[in-house]
């Protein structure tokens, strides 16, 4: 089955100690892209990744690192969470060329208290 | 990159057709229209794609004007299975535009018995 995979799917923890929210697609897809959503501002791109070992910065990349070593992988890496990294987080990956869509995960919800 | 607009939230009752209009002034030539939808806790799920006229799928219609500044996602005779939100999307190929993608802040839908 084509699918994107996160994880963990929830974690709370604390401040300044680094995590790591893993995402895996087994579609072979050369595009991957992370997200956060909050209440009223809706999904805002965080990084992205155009192929192996190619990243780039979304609209939020503050707080935040990514690495793309292999194509099937792009975890995101919060080196020192703080509160306001709070959020529901989604990882997508998709096809590049003929305009196909995004596929997403089913979302990690992270708590920084 | 194209922003959109779309309403906020609209009310529907089971059984009758909604229309959501996004608003996508800035379009761009080679841009394509997406439209996704998202259940509470889940990664947003690809709908609709259209570039100009109308395009039909089993979910749903997608209408588009000829200046395609707008663009009308049209759900028939809706059930309490589609109260979600509902985003529009404008790009075009990820080469072209970056790799960038830009979400609105989405239509929550609500369908009442």
């Known amino acids: 089955e084509a699918q994107v995979t996160q994880n963990p799917r929830y974690l709370i923890t604390v401040t300044g100690k680094k995590l790591t929210v ?5 579609m072979n897809h050369e595009y991957m892209s992370w997200y956060r959503q909050d209440p009223g501002l809706g999904l805002r791109q965080i990084y ?43 990882c997508a990956s998709r096809t590049v060329g003929s305009n196909q869509p995004q596929h997403f995960g089913d979302g990690t919800r992270l708590s920084i208290l | 990159l194209a922003k959109t607009t779309q309403p906020i939230s609209m009310d529907s009752y089971e059984g009758q057709e909604v229309n959501i209009t996004c608003s996508h002034n800035n379009i761009a030539t080679n ?62 190929d990820i080469y072209n535009q970056g790799g960038k993608l830009i979400f609105g802040q989405g239509t929550e839908l609500s369908v009442k018995p």
């Open chain 1, 48 to 90: 992205y990744s155009m192929n192996v070992e190619v990243t780039d910065k979304g609209d939020v990349p503050e707080g935040y690192k990514v690495s793309r070593k292999e194509k099937r992988n792009f975890p995101l890496i919060l080196e020192s969470p703080s509160p306001n990294q709070t959020s529901l987080y989604f």
């Open chain 2, 31 to 92: 841009d394509y229209i997406t439209w996704y939808q998202q259940f509470p806790s889940q990664g947003p799920r690809f709908i609709i794609q259209g570039y100009k006229t109308k395009v039909t799928n089993e979910v749903a219609s997608l209408f588009i004007p000829a200046d395609r500044k707008s663009s009308t996602l049209s759900l028939p005779r809706v059930s309490l299975s589609d109260t979600a939100v509902y985003y529009c999307l404008v790009g075009t």
């Open chain 1, 22 to 26: 893993t995402c895996s697609q087994n």
